[in-house]
């Protein structure tokens, strides 16, 4: 990319760069610029072999140079830019590396009047406890965020080289405006620093400093290692974003107090409700902010196995989700069982954190809802994210409507692409008012409309169960009767949980009708097995030659056993045991052993009592003998990914011939080879295709099967468990 690299400063992050650049070939020379005190480390330097060469002259350090990084302490930069100014060339990048982006703009306007257009501030969020070259590595960047900061007049071709040099270097680059990242940085760097060396220095200066550190245990050593790091440094750095920094401590002193009264008045709810809150809150910001940087996961299944054994499944996830939903709103404590502790239902449950609603757990799937009230919510500091569920922000949409407050829902990278029109479309005729992208997609900006929601009568145009429980949601709110009406049942969860909760909702053939008279009463859920989560054990054990399994207390809600009727209809061998009623909802135990499966046509009027366990249906249509049809299933192509082309994408690369639709897909059965498939990040394919190993003549790999933690974090031990043999890969991404 450069013929000749200069850097400013060899020290632990100047010393990398070089070893980063070399390594990935970066620039034809790498040079050192220091002054006579640094000879020594410059020396070690070129010994290294991290610099070709070295000066303690900056014209000859400049000289040829096309690119010149600023590896200095922040403190250091305007004296730097004043040095570099004789010598300032328009043929150069310039760059620098400092924490503080704010100190760097400002030095550069005092030096130079503005801030020259080929400067990119940037900020490689990476380091160590060491210091200096010897220190430095070559792989310190990988999979490390690096932040650049523009400015309006910076040069395109600039920014695009210096962007392309850290992508290079494995850096996970981002582009933010400076006094975001002075910002967020004093927050998740900054603050974190200095509490740090505080506690270290309160506890040092402590009588009993022998003791203390004699028997501090991991949780010490791992809070304050970053108080290892070059006090001069963090010094310079907190002074330069004092003006970001301090308004945080104060905050953060007004938590400490508050803790400090809630200890003093024995006030152990509330204590717990905050420690929850950050529990949960730390996880959601490790799903959110370190997913371009966590491990992928690749599924590798070796081909052959059966299932067998008895299990059970985790807990529904729609269910779980209206529990947290419905107790909230309820008056009383709401005490909920067998609630699935994966990330969708997780963020449902963070968000009604957010809005104030005290939650205990969950532990070992047990919460404990302390329910507001049907107008009890209060307004959330920030923005209500929901990583990758759909069912969540949906639902949220129609609630939030008719609140008193402002809300804004968002989610990750493939919820904000995902249609949001036909529940924002409807609402709007309710008198909602929320705005969506362009496309019709998050994030969602909710006005609130506390009083102000008219009742309709819609008539749904696709069958959808998130769009009919979305409009309940909101016709709890709304003036007069709101009715919904679909063209095939969908499942219904949202009524039968509502008249759990002592609500009132009436219901003739295929209309459902809620006003906002009425109130919700807690009620103690035990949530049933998810069938979705149970579709891919019935597929798997009707597939694979000597399988016999039993699945324990699954959930068989009419509208939602289409995986059942259609394995039947093709020949699968599933006896329905121990039919019973737990808390309104209807549960069985399953019984599979393996038959063989043949081809059929899918009554339509099945499809949307099934329609989000097709991915696994495809899987077994391949298996069977003859032609499997689908149709009026075009709702498949705007859920996690569009899993009719992904499915049908697939199928072939394991030669399976499969003909995708407009509104279905066409599979002719028989055989399953083996081959490299993508997931494209949705959950069910990834275990649809896992589940395609037990039939498969040669190894299955799955990429991109993170995900499958959204829904089923425990599939990969419990599918190997029954006998599948599948492994996982984890590779840096």
Not at 32 to 61: C, F, H, S
Not at 367 to 390: C, F, Q
Not at 553 to 581: F, S
Request: contains cysteine; glycine residues 10%.
């Amino acid at each position: 990319m450069f013929n000749r690299l200069c850097i400013i400063g060899v020290g632990l992050i100047g010393g990398s760069i070089a070893r980063a650049a070399r390594q990935n070939g970066l620039s034809k020379s790498i040079v050192g610029y220091g002054r006579q005190q640094d000879m020594q480390n410059l020396a070690t330097a070129k010994r290294l072999g991290v610099i070709d060469n070295y000066y303690l002259q900056i014209e000859q350090a400049l000289q040829g140079a096309d690119c010149v990084v600023i590896a200095t302490p922040v403190a250091s930069v305007e004296s730097i830019f004043a040095l570099l100014k004789p010598f300032w060339s328009e043929h150069t990048i310039y760059t620098d590396v400092g924490s503080t982006k704010g100190s760097i703009v400002s030095a550069a306007q005092r030096v130079f009047g503005n801030v020259p257009d080929n400067l990119v501030p940037a900020h490689p969020i990476a380091g160590a406890e060491q210091s200096g070259v010897e220190a430095s590595l070559d792989d310190l960047f990988l999979n490390k965020r690096l932040i650049i900061t523009p400015l309006d007049n910076t040069r395109a071709e600039a920014l695009h080289k210096i962007q392309c040099f850290w992508e290079r270097c494995g850096s996970v680059v981002s582009v933010m405006d400076v006094k975001r990242h002075d910002a967020v940085l004093a927050a998740t760097s900054h603050l974190p620093h200095i509490l740090a060396f505080a506690l270290v220095d309160m506890l040092g200066h402590k009588d009993e400093q022998g003791e203390i550190f004699k028997y501090a245990a991991g949780g010490f050593r791992d809070f304050t290692r970053i108080a290892s790091s070059d006090p001069a440094m963090w010094r310079d750095i907190c002074f330069a974003n004092k003006n970001k920094i301090i308004p945080l401590i104060q905050q953060t002193k007004d938590q400490l107090d508050k803790i400090q009264r809630l200890l003093e008045n024995d006030d152990g709810q509330q204590l717990l409700a905050i420690f929850a809150y950050a529990n949960t809150a730390r996880q959601r910001f490790l799903n959110q902010f370190e997913g371009n940087m966590s491990k992928s996961i690749t599924f590798q299944v070796q081909p052959g196995g059966k299932l067998q054994g008895e299990a059970r499944v985790p807990g529904d996830k729609s269910i779980s989700h209206r529990s947290i939903m419905l107790g909230s709103l309820a008056e009383g404590i709401t005490n909920v069982k067998g609630f699935l502790e994966a990330e969708d239902a997780l963020a449902t449950l963070q968000a009604f954190r957010d809005m104030g609603v005290e939650i205990d757990g969950p532990v070992n799937g047990c919460l404990t809802i302390h329910g507001v009230g049907k107008n009890g919510l209060k307004a959330p500091k920030n923005e209500l994210y929901l990583g990758n569920s759909g069912t969540s922000m949906r639902l949220l949409s129609g609630l939030l409507a008719g609140q008193p407050f402002n809300s804004v829902l968002t989610g990750d990278k493939s919820l904000s692409g995902r249609p949001m029109k036909r529940v924002t479309e409807p609402l709007a005729a309710m008198g909602a008012d929320i705005k969506t992208t362009e496309k019709g997609t998050a994030p969602l900006y909710i006005t609130g409309k506390s009083g102000q929601l008219k009742g309709i009568d819609y008539v749904m145009p696709m069958a959808s169960a998130q769009v009919k429980s979305c409009l309940l949601l909101a016709g709890m709110y709304a003036e007069g009767e709101t009715s919904v009406t679909e063209p095939a049942p969908t499942r219904d969860h949202t009524e039968r949980m509502l008249s759990g909760f002592s609500y009132p909702v009436k219901k003739e053939g295929s209309k459902v009708t809620v006003t906002a008279n009425g109130h919700l009463s807690a009620a103690d859920i035990d949530v049933p097995s998810d069938i979705s989560s149970a579709a891919f054990f019935l597929v798997g054990a009707s597939i694979a030659p000597g399988s016999d399994l039993l699945l324990k207390h699954v959930g068989i809600n009419p509208t939602r056993t289409g995986i059942i009727d259609i394995l039947r209809l093709m020949g699968a061998n599933i006896e329905v045991l121990d039919a019973r009623i737990v808390g309104g909802e209807p549960v069985a135990d399953l019984h599979v052993v393996y038959s063989p499966l043949k081809g059929i046509d899918i009554p339509e009027e099945l499809v949307p009592l099934a329609i989000d366990e097709f991915p696994v249906l495809f899987i077994a249509a391949a298996c069977a003998n003859g032609q499997t049809r689908l149709s009026g299933a075009e709702e498949l192509r705007v859920k996690e990914s569009d899993r009719i082309q992904v499915m049908a994408d697939g199928l072939q690369i394991l030669g399976v011939d499969a003909r995708p639709t407009a509104d279905g897909m066409i599979i002719q059965g028989g055989s399953i080879g083996g081959g490299v498939v993508t997931s494209h990040g949705d959950h069910r394919i990834a275990m649809s295709f896992s589940i395609a190993g037990l039939r498969a003549d040669a190894q299955i790999t799955v990429l991109d099967c993170a995900n499958v933690n959204t829904s089923f974090p425990e599939f990969k031990d419990l599918v190997r468990r029954l006998g599948l043999a599948l492994a996982l890969v984890c590779e840096e991404s």
